[in-house]
């Protein structure tokens, strides 16, 4: 029986073996060996790290095994070289290829080195080495650790970008310093390395600024409310107490900072101005130009929306440009947050700004005057480059949303092109530095798939368009391009598992574009990987979302009749339906080109499949909705 068992283990991990390696962000260059490293609990490896600096990853890989039930030993020297051990170390001569995020790793049967120019690099070796490992070791089940095979290569590896960042809004939901970390955790194992912090907005100001104790006494909480975000949320009673919300303490924001420098990721804090304003105008209203009393918004309706970037705001969220005051508390604000982050960034938001309440208030319209500004552009720009000023004497870097361009832009600044790319190629053409994170390819609150079955918000965004993503456009200096980042607002988020479901797995897709060279993206291969990252989420229990695998339904009008078509981007699969009330699809009808919805009061149900297995969710769409999606 044992026998038996020990055969049926080593197929297992013969299959492991043969299988092509699934990292994400796929390296710059892998060589498979016909070595094979074996992670045995019985006989653990040594982990040994050559310069003192490199202690902390070794204990980072110590503490993963352990998870794994793996009681590796960690030393400086090798207390026993004959034996498996795992070496990291740095390169002597720098290798100018490898840079300061990139790193040489080898798995061979007796032993793993990890080399880098410079510890960030050996950090991000690590998560390669991690994903080397089989799906199940990310488990909490350590009787799948028993002789892991790792397949034996040579990896080169390093970045195409310097900026990789992912946003978290934790303004419209608030994430506790554990939720935080998480999120920078799984950042990291994909070889993140900006985090870019969505501090204040309209529904809460979350950061302490110890010289304006309000903002985060008053401007933190609100009531509490559920439901659709912008719709259907009251606003506040008279005299009702605000109960949902929170702040991190300038202790904790140091300790996320340094949390987050370990794991190789720079924060850089936004703190969103002129607009998006509303909870600081709750603790200070002087601040605007009504100066009269808000609430921290709960998520209730206060601005209408026209079409084409054009809205209203229905209460005032804006700083009053024109109010030396104003100036007073940014520099306050601003040197705290300078204080903070070590980092060189720190973003001024500067989007959506309303300019409805400056247009109409007599003392903004005198200013303006006597500043020779001609319009709300300017005053706008006016504003950012006071801020702008105010940013680099705490000798930080200034970057904004594209609004930022409108009037003209400071110089030094650099834009964040959300709208599109366009304010990207714009701010390059101008000679500024550019983050590309375009609404069109990276942003990760929008509906992944089939609003059936999904939560619907703004806009849809599938994997497959986010993998399309190309930072730097045709004609535009790549010199100007620092990378690209994938943004998660929250309006409609309420938990850290729904924000990793939303984050992923487009953020491996928006990994793969900003550290992997353009010519070795290719979706067939990135999608199987993806597969495998996705028992990794399972075996990890985190949430993920696998929408790619369902059916992309489109429906037509063609001569009166109904037609509709399947789509779905993942290899080796098939597609079942039903359009007569009838299930499971398995025993319907194999997709193979558009078909009629026929009339009458039925559904079309649809799922994917392979070999047999269905794969994602089954979707189910009455008749009436398919001709609403067919006359939109
Ligand atoms: C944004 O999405 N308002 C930057």
Same mark, same amino acid.
């Given at each position: 029986?044992?026998?038996?068992?020990?055969?049926?283990?080593?197929?297992?991990?013969?299959?492991?073996?043969?299988?092509?390696?699934?990292?994400?962000?796929?390296?710059?260059?892998?060589?498979?060996?016909?070595?094979?490293?074996?992670?045995?609990?019985?006989?653990?490896?040594?982990?040994?790290?050559?310069?003192?600096?490199?202690?902390?990853?070794?204990?980072?890989?110590?503490?993963?095994?352990?998870?794994?039930?793996?009681?590796?030993?960690?030393?400086?020297?090798?207390?026993?070289?004959?034996?498996?051990?795992?070496?990291?170390?740095?390169?002597?001569?720098?290798?100018?290829?490898?840079?300061?995020?990139?790193?040489?790793?080898?798995?061979?049967?007796?032993?793993?080195?990890?080399?880098?120019?410079?510890?960030?690099?050996?950090?991000?070796?690590?998560?390669?080495?991690?994903?080397?490992?089989?799906?199940?070791?990310?488990?909490?089940?350590?009787?799948?650790?028993?002789?892991?095979?790792?397949?034996?290569?040579?990896?080169?590896?390093?970045?195409?970008?310097?900026?990789?960042?992912?946003?978290?809004?934790?303004?419209?939901?608030?994430?506790?310093?554990?939720?935080?970390?998480?999120?920078?955790?799984?950042?990291?194992?994909?070889?993140?390395?900006?985090?870019?912090?969505?501090?204040?907005?309209?529904?809460?100001?979350?950061?302490?600024?110890?010289?304006?104790?309000?903002?985060?006494?008053?401007?933190?909480?609100?009531?509490?409310?559920?439901?659709?975000?912008?719709?259907?949320?009251?606003?506040?009673?008279?005299?009702?107490?605000?109960?949902?919300?929170?702040?991190?303490?300038?202790?904790?924001?140091?300790?996320?900072?340094?949390?987050?420098?370990?794991?190789?990721?720079?924060?850089?804090?936004?703190?969103?101005?002129?607009?998006?304003?509303?909870?600081?105008?709750?603790?200070?209203?002087?601040?605007s130009t009504g100066k009269?009393?808000?609430?921290?918004?709960?998520?209730?309706?206060?601005?209408?929306?026209?079409?084409?970037?054009?809205?209203?705001?229905?209460?005032?969220?804006?700083?009053n440009p024109a109010d030396?005051?104003?100036?007073?508390?940014?520099?306050?604000?601003?040197?705290?947050?300078?204080?903070?982050?070590?980092?060189?960034?720190?973003?001024?938001?500067?989007?959506?700004?309303?300019k409805g309440y400056w247009e109409a208030d007599s003392g903004v319209q005198q200013f303006m005057k006597e500043?020779?500004l001609?319009?709300s552009?300017?005053l706008?720009?006016?504003?950012?480059?006071?801020?702008?000023?105010?940013?680099?004497?705490?000798?930080?870097?200034?970057?904004?949303?594209?609004?930022?361009?409108?009037?003209?832009?400071?110089?030094?600044?650099?834009?964040?092109?959300?709208?599109?790319?366009?304010?990207?190629?714009?701010?390059?053409?101008?000679?500024?530095?550019?983050?590309?994170?375009?609404?069109?390819?990276?942003?990760?609150?929008?509906?992944?798939?089939?609003?059936?079955?999904?939560?619907?918000? &703004?806009?849809?965004?599938?994997?497959?368009?986010? &993998?399309?993503?190309?930072?730097?456009?045709?004609?535009?200096?790549?010199?100007?391009? !620092?990378?690209?980042?994938?943004?998660?607002?929250?309006?409609?988020?309420?938990?850290?598992?729904?924000?990793?479901?939303?984050?992923?797995?487009?953020?491996?897709?928006?990994?793969?574009?900003?550290?992997?060279?353009?010519?070795?993206?290719?979706?067939?291969?990135?999608?199987?990987?993806?597969?495998?990252?996705?028992?990794?989420?399972?075996?990890?229990?985190?949430?993920?979302?696998?929408?790619?695998?369902?059916?992309?339904?489109?429906?037509?009008?063609?001569?009166?009749?109904?037609?509709?078509?399947?789509?779905?981007?993942?290899?080796?699969?098939?597609?079942?339906?039903?359009?007569?009330?009838?299930?499971?699809?398995?025993?319907?009808?194999?997709?193979?080109?558009?078909?009629?919805?026929?009339?009458?009061?039925?559904?079309?149900?649809?799922?994917?499949?392979?070999?047999?297995?269905? !794969?994602?969710?089954?979707?189910?769409?009455?008749?009436?909705?398919?001709?609403?999606?067919?006359?939109?």
């Amino acid at each position: 029986m044992k026998s038996l068992l020990s055969l049926v283990m080593l197929s297992v991990c013969l299959q492991q073996v043969s299988a092509l390696h699934s990292l994400i962000p796929i390296p710059v260059k892998y060589e498979p060996t016909e070595e094979v490293f074996t992670l045995d609990a019985r006989k653990p490896p040594e982990i040994i790290y050559r310069e003192e600096m490199l202690k902390q990853y070794a204990y980072q890989l110590q503490d993963l095994f352990l998870k794994a039930g793996v009681a590796a030993s960690v030393n400086r020297v090798a207390a026993d070289p004959e034996h498996g051990c795992i070496l990291m170390m740095l390169y002597e001569a720098d290798h100018p290829d490898l840079g300061q995020e990139g790193y040489t790793l080898e798995v061979m049967t007796d032993s793993i080195i990890l080399k880098a120019n410079e510890p960030t690099g050996i950090f991000n070796g690590l998560q390669t080495l991690r994903q080397l490992f089989p799906a199940g070791f990310e488990g909490r089940n350590p009787a799948e650790a028993i002789a892991v095979p790792v397949e034996g290569c040579r990896i080169v590896d390093y970045p195409r970008f310097a900026w990789r960042g992912l946003m978290l809004d934790v303004s419209r939901h608030f994430f506790t310093v554990d939720e935080v970390k998480a999120y920078i955790d799984q950042m990291a194992r994909y070889k993140f390395n900006i985090f870019h912090w969505h501090l204040t907005d309209d529904e809460g100001w979350r950061i302490e600024i110890k010289s304006l104790p309000k903002l985060t006494e008053v401007g933190a909480w609100r009531v509490e409310r559920y439901g659709r975000f912008g719709s259907d949320r009251p606003y506040p009673e008279p005299g009702e107490e605000a109960t949902y919300g929170g702040f991190y303490t300038q202790d904790q924001i140091r300790e996320i900072v340094r949390y987050a420098a370990l794991r190789n990721i720079t924060i850089v804090p936004e703190i969103d101005m002129p607009g998006h304003c509303m909870a600081a105008l709750a603790a200070y209203p002087e601040l605007s130009t009504g100066k009269e009393k808000k609430f921290v918004n709960p998520g209730s309706k206060f601005s209408e929306w026209y079409g084409g970037g054009r809205f209203k705001m229905l209460i005032e969220n804006t700083l009053n440009p024109a109010d030396e005051k104003v100036y007073e508390f940014v520099d306050k604000v601003f040197t705290e947050v300078a204080e903070l982050f070590p980092g060189n960034w720190i973003h001024m938001g500067g989007d959506e700004c309303y300019k409805g309440y400056w247009e109409a208030d007599s003392g903004v319209q005198q200013f303006m005057k006597e500043q020779g500004l001609k319009d709300s552009h300017e005053l706008q720009s006016y504003f950012v480059k006071r801020v702008e000023e105010i940013i680099s004497s705490k000798g930080k870097k200034m970057i904004g949303w594209d609004e930022i361009l409108e009037g003209g832009l400071a110089e030094g600044a650099a834009v964040m092109s959300w709208r599109g790319m366009r304010g990207g190629i714009e701010a390059a053409g101008m000679g500024h530095e550019v983050v590309m994170a375009p609404t069109t390819f990276a942003y990760l609150d929008y509906t992944q798939g089939d609003h059936s079955v999904e939560n619907p918000i &703004y806009a849809d965004l599938r994997l497959e368009k986010v &993998y399309e993503f190309e930072p730097v456009p045709v004609g535009v200096d790549p010199g100007f391009i !620092l990378g690209g980042q994938g943004n998660l607002w929250t309006e409609a988020i309420p938990d850290l598992q729904f924000a990793f479901y939303m984050a992923y797995p487009r953020a491996f897709a928006l990994a793969e574009t900003l550290w992997s060279p353009a010519g070795e993206k290719e979706w067939n291969h990135f999608m199987t990987r993806t597969e495998d990252h996705f028992k990794r989420f399972d075996a990890g229990h985190i949430n993920i979302c696998k929408a790619v695998y369902e059916p992309k339904v489109t429906v037509r009008n063609v001569n009166q009749k109904l037609v509709c078509t399947l789509e779905n981007p993942v290899p080796g699969t098939e597609m079942y339906y039903t359009i007569n009330n009838t299930y499971p699809v398995i025993f319907g009808t194999k997709y193979t080109g558009p078909f009629e919805i026929p009339p009458g009061d039925l559904s079309l149900r649809t799922r994917t499949y392979r070999d047999g297995e269905p !794969l994602g969710r089954e979707l189910m769409i009455h008749r009436s909705e398919l001709e609403r999606r067919a006359n939109r």
